[in-house]
């Protein structure tokens, strides 16, 4: 008996379950009140984590367990009395623990409960409760649609976004409604087949764009995220994200449309007339007809824009290009060009006659009264016509002289309508003694400059003065702009002029630098015909170095024909600005001559928005919509944007709320006199001291500067995404005369390096995977595989080790000026051999070339290198034919001689390659070209280059 119940006790001890014996106590009603613990066995504490329970009540054990635990005493009373057994889960409050019980009476008022804590999975339950009831809400809530699909094209599930944004009331009647997404839903049915292969190439999809039906048959834009479910390999659906993106897309479309349109009027605006005229050209000398181009101008219209105001004139704006479209035939097109002036461009034109009976019926249907806002007006217009290929064999040309013709007709009375003729030239009249007195108005000072401040919207301080040119006329009086600027431009009196405007605000900028006033950038308009002007950049770095103003703090205002000049001519021009360090801006964005596709081909870095615009932004919704649509593109393609003409508060406030990163207008400050513009930049004195200066080498506590060399020796490419990397680089590299051009990823990196020679390569190593492959198209690289390469470390030792064998030099973080200039000193020398190797000097010396298969050719050198020459001539060779040249350097008397390979060859000109030269003759080239490349240099960096080894 006793060994018996000596192994009861072992197994009642040993058990893993808790186990309690209890008697359960009843009051005098006979229900439960409470229970005391006759025995427990040991793992009954380390599961509750009481002890010595035996001979006490469960409420003395339990503190608060009375009130708590009502259906723990009203089970145990059960069990207790009927000696029925129960199961049950329950929570013990007091100790925040979970039970599962098992109860069997014992009889006698007794019971035995076996239990175990099941605290840990009824945690797990409600966390996984709660994570489901959280993303159901999500899933429900959320404002971007969440769908899953079929492969075949059926929607599975949808939360109430989704089926909000498609038309439909609920998620359910999608779900029943749409049994074929690529029919029902895509505009285009393929739009889903593309998706579907990259799933299926991918995984997942970012960012997919497309256009879908509603519920009522109206289009909508997506931009989707979606990826392929798979179970066991087997695609069984997809599931993702959609997001509305309608509005961004009617914004580029607004954005498109006035890249080729004009906004008031919708007819096609410079842009889209010189396209269609250069097509027309092309078919007439196939088809050997004629094309008339007609220029019309309305006659008063200005009385009327100033009299009855701006929104006026705007209407009657409207109806004449009404009227002129219902005038045109289908294969003409009619333009405007800008304020009251439109060109209409007839094709297929037999006889003279027919022009001038044309323009006699456009004459006569503007006659006709136009009722604009109850005002009964009568315009008149005149109108000048060029002749294809009579007065011009190219748009600038056939515009220009239509434009000339024009005035020939106001001229001669006004509503009335002229040819153009070559006397058309000279100018009659008002504008012949104007510009007369424009040619004397430099020599006699009567010409002067008035600075706009821009404002920085968010923290309204001064980041820009725009130079305004004003014309004192001693018997006119003021001048305005507008009406002698085009003069200048027409006689080229605008060279001249616009050289003596770089470099009076270029003076003055850095006088007001040097008087201790915030350095701030001034903005000088360009017009086109002084950026096509023959050196042009050589003049911005002559007026740059005369005056020592550092290239940022010069902003060029472009015109918006320049944009629509020779554009490999534009593009090669506006780089080399770009690498001298200038910022480029477009004036006048939105008035139709520019466009977004050519903001991202020229690298342009600011936008102005025309004032035209921003007068009824407040008030009007399309110049709101307009005006907000080219903040939100131009901001997409990381560009700054300055409105003009800023003049209201409620103008203000659009332009906050919209981002816009600056202003200009007398709402901030109108144009000031040169001796006003001081008070106004010292406002900016305060903040501008509070910033700490760089410490080094400096150690009169004077400000850093850095000396930017107008001169570059060489150019480097540098590669990272991070701007203050790129910002501490692109100042030392420029304190040594080398230009900087800078990108952020690979493949701009193997463009850059497939269209220019650097003679420097900085690769920033957080690029990863990306530097080594930049460094490896580095060495492959036709032109810059003996380029120097360096590398920037990211501060991870094992793969900075990994690319330093690619790399000929490594600038070890953190980065400092010192840091950076102590790795460029030794490596100085090999970017000037670099530079030395592939300099190319521009002469022009008589060239004779010999061949097999033709006798002696004389031609003239474009410029000369170590390796070749491009040559100007008329007479074809071939690429790869063998020749032999022979030339005379300047100042020598012995022609040199080199056998060698034409290597391309243009409409006159061609390029040649050394293939063999006497050493002799090659020490000979290398000095003279040495010398040549030293004399363009000046002379402070002219005695380092002569300090830098020759290897």
């Known amino acids: 008996m006793a060994e018996s119940e000596r192994r009861y006790r072992s197994l009642f001890e040993n058990m893993l379950e808790g186990f309690a014996y209890c008697k359960m106590l009843l009051d005098d009603r006979g229900r439960s009140m409470d229970f005391v613990y006759l025995d427990v066995n040991s793992a009954f504490g380390e599961l509750t984590g009481l002890r010595n329970v035996v001979g006490k009540r469960f409420t003395e054990v339990v503190p608060g367990g009375k009130d708590s635990q009502a259906e723990l005493f009203e089970r145990y009373g059960r069990v207790a009395l009927t000696g029925e057994p129960e199961r049950f889960e329950i929570e013990i409050k007091a100790l925040g623990m979970w039970f599962s019980i098992s109860a069997y009476g014992a009889g006698e008022r007794c019971f035995v409960a076996v239990f175990d804590n099941i605290t840990e999975r009824k945690q797990t339950e409600q966390a996984l409760r709660q994570a489901e009831e959280k993303y159901r809400a999500i899933f429900q809530d959320a404002v971007v649609g969440i769908f899953q699909s079929t492969p075949d094209?059926?929607?599975?599930?949808?939360?109430?976004?989704?089926?909000?944004?498609?038309?439909?009331?609920?998620?359910?009647?999608?779900?029943?409604?749409?049994?074929?997404?690529?029919?029902?839903?895509?505009?285009?049915?393929?739009?889903?087949?593309?998706?579907?292969?990259?799933?299926?190439?991918?995984?997942?999809?970012?960012?997919?764009?497309?256009?879908?039906?509603?519920?009522?048959?109206?289009?909508?834009?997506?931009?989707?995220?979606?990826?392929?479910?798979?179970?066991?390999?087997?695609?069984?659906?997809?599931?993702?994200?959609?997001?509305?993106?309608?509005?961004?897309?009617?914004?580029?479309?607004?954005?498109?449309?006035?890249?080729?349109?004009?906004?008031?009027?919708?007819?096609?605006?410079?842009?889209?007339?010189?396209?269609?005229?250069?097509?027309?050209?092309?078919?007439?000398?196939?088809?050997?007809?004629?094309?008339?181009?007609?220029?019309?101008?309305?006659?008063?219209?200005?009385?009327?824009?100033?009299?009855?105001?701006?929104?006026?004139?705007?209407?009657?704006?409207?109806?004449?290009?009404?009227?002129?479209?219902?005038?045109?035939?289908?294969?003409?097109?009619?333009?405007?060009l800008g304020g009251d002036e439109f060109l209409i461009m007839l094709t297929q034109v037999k006889e003279l006659p027919d022009v001038a009976v044309a323009a006699e019926r456009l004459m006569d249907a503007m006659t006709a009264e136009f009722d604009v806002q109850g005002h009964s007006l009568n315009v008149s217009c005149s109108i000048g016509a060029s002749i294809f290929p009579e007065n011009g064999a190219d748009c600038e040309t056939l515009i220009k002289n239509a434009d000339a013709a024009m005035y020939g007709a106001k001229d001669s009375g006004r509503n009335s309508f002229r040819f153009f003729a070559e006397d058309m030239n000279a100018q009659a009249g008002e504008r012949l003694s104007l510009e007369n007195s424009l040619r004397l108005a430099l020599g006699k000072k009567e010409l002067f400059l008035m600075y706009q401040p821009q404002m920085h919207v968010v923290t309204g301080r001064v980041t820009g003065l725009e130079a305004l040119l004003r014309w004192q006329h001693p018997d006119l009086g003021l001048v305005p702009p507008d009406k002698f600027i085009r003069i200048a431009e027409n006689s080229g009196l605008i060279v001249p002029i616009g050289e003596w405007v770089l470099q009076t605000a270029c003076r003055q900028a850095r006088k007001w630098q040097d008087e201790g006033l915030p350095a701030v950038s001034v903005a000088v308009n360009v017009s086109a015909v002084q950026f096509r002007q023959q050196g042009f950049c050589?003049?911005?770095?002559?007026?740059?170095?005369?005056?020592?103003?550092?290239?940022?703090?010069?902003?060029?205002?472009?015109?918006?024909?320049?944009?629509?000049?020779?554009?490999?001519?534009?593009?090669?021009?506006?780089?080399?600005?770009?690498s001298m360090g200038l910022t480029l801006a477009i004036d006048d964005f939105g008035t139709g001559y520019s466009n977004f596709t050519s903001l991202r081909q020229f690298g342009v870095s600011k936008l102005k928005i025309d004032r035209s615009f921003i007068s009824d932004v407040a008030t009007n919704p399309d110049d709101s919509a307009i005006t907000a649509a080219i903040i939100s593109m131009a901001k997409s393609l990381r560009l700054k944007v300055i409105a003009e003409g800023v003049e209201n508060e409620a103008q203000m406030s659009f332009l906050r709320k919209n981002r816009c990163d600056e202003i200009q207008g007398y709402y901030f400050s109108k144009p000031l006199a040169v001796d006003k513009v001081a008070g106004k930049l010292r406002g900016n004195v305060a903040e501008t001291q509070a910033v700490p200066q760089p410490v080094g080498d400096n150690h009169d506590n004077k400000s850093n500067e850095v000396s930017v060399s107008l001169m570059s020796i060489g150019l480097a490419l540098l590669v990272s995404t991070d701007p203050d990397t790129v910002q501490q680089f692109s100042l030392a590299l420029q304190e040594l005369s080398i230009s900087p051009d800078a990108c952020q990823d690979a493949a701009s990196a193997g463009l850059l390096l497939k269209r220019r020679?650097?003679?420097?390569?900085?690769?920033?190593?957080?690029?990863?995977?990306?530097?080594?492959?930049?460094?490896?198209?580095?060495?492959?690289?036709a032109s810059n595989r003996t380029a120097v390469s360096f590398g920037i470390s990211n501060n991870d030792a094992e793969a900075t080790a990994a690319f330093r064998k690619k790399s000929q030099f490594v600038f070890e973080r953190p980065i400092s000026p010192q840091s950076i200039h102590k790795t460029l000193k030794p490596a100085y020398g090999l970017i000037l051999r670099e530079r030395r190797r592939y300099f190319r000097c521009p002469v022009s010396i008589p060239?004779?070339?010999?061949?097999?298969?033709?006798?002696?050719?004389?031609?003239?050198?474009?410029?000369?290198?170590?390796?070749?020459?491009?040559?100007?001539?008329?007479?074809?060779?071939?690429?790869?034919?063998?020749?032999?040249?022979?030339?005379?350097?300047?100042?020598?008397?012995?022609?040199?001689?080199?056998?060698?390979?034409?290597?391309?060859?243009?409409?006159?000109?061609?390029?040649?390659?050394?293939?063999?030269?006497?050493?002799?003759?090659?020490?000979?080239?290398?000095?003279?070209?040495?010398?040549?490349?030293?004399?363009?240099?000046?002379?402070?960096?002219a005695g380092q280059f002569r300090k830098a080894e020759l290897c």
């Open 153 to 336: 094209g059926r929607y599975i599930n949808a939360n109430p976004a989704m089926a909000h944004m498609l038309g439909y009331d609920s998620p359910q009647e999608l779900v029943a409604s749409i049994t074929d997404i690529s029919r029902q839903v895509y505009v285009d049915p393929t739009s889903r087949e593309e998706l579907a292969r990259l799933l299926r190439e991918q995984g997942q999809v970012k960012n997919f764009e497309c256009a879908v039906y509603r519920k009522d048959g109206s289009k909508m834009w997506f931009s989707a995220n979606v990826r392929a479910v798979s179970e066991d390999g087997v695609l069984v659906g997809y599931e993702g994200t959609n997001e509305d993106i309608t509005t961004r897309k009617i914004a580029e479309e607004q954005v498109q449309f006035l890249a080729y349109y004009d906004a008031l009027t919708g007819l096609p605006n410079r842009t889209l007339l010189q396209d269609r005229l250069g097509k027309a050209i092309a078919g007439s000398r196939r088809q050997k007809c004629k094309i008339a181009l007609l220029f019309l101008d309305l006659d008063g219209f200005k009385i009327i824009n100033d009299s009855l105001g701006h929104s006026v004139g705007d209407l009657l704006l409207q109806q004449v290009a009404e009227r002129l479209k219902k005038w045109g035939r289908e294969q003409d097109t009619v333009a405007r």
């Open 538 to 578: 050589e003049l911005i770095r002559s007026v740059l170095h005369e005056t020592g103003l550092a290239a940022q703090c010069l902003e060029l205002e472009l015109t918006e024909s320049l944009l629509l000049a020779n554009a490999d001519v534009t593009l090669s021009v506006l780089r080399e600005l770009k």
């Open 757 to 781: 020679k650097f003679d420097a390569v900085i690769v920033d190593l957080q690029l990863g995977e990306q530097s080594g492959q930049i460094l490896d198209e580095v060495h492959l690289s």
């Open 847 to 941: 060239v004779i070339i010999r061949s097999k298969s033709m006798q002696e050719v004389w031609c003239n050198s474009v410029n000369v290198s170590g390796g070749g020459m491009a040559l100007s001539t008329q007479v074809p060779f071939l690429p790869g034919e063998n020749v032999c040249v022979q030339f005379t350097l300047p100042d020598h008397k012995v022609p040199l001689s080199a056998e060698s390979t034409i290597c391309w060859s243009k409409t006159g000109n061609m390029g040649v390659r050394f293939v063999s030269i006497s050493d002799e003759q090659k020490s000979v080239l290398q000095v003279w070209l040495s010398e040549k490349l030293e004399e363009t240099l000046p002379e402070g960096v």
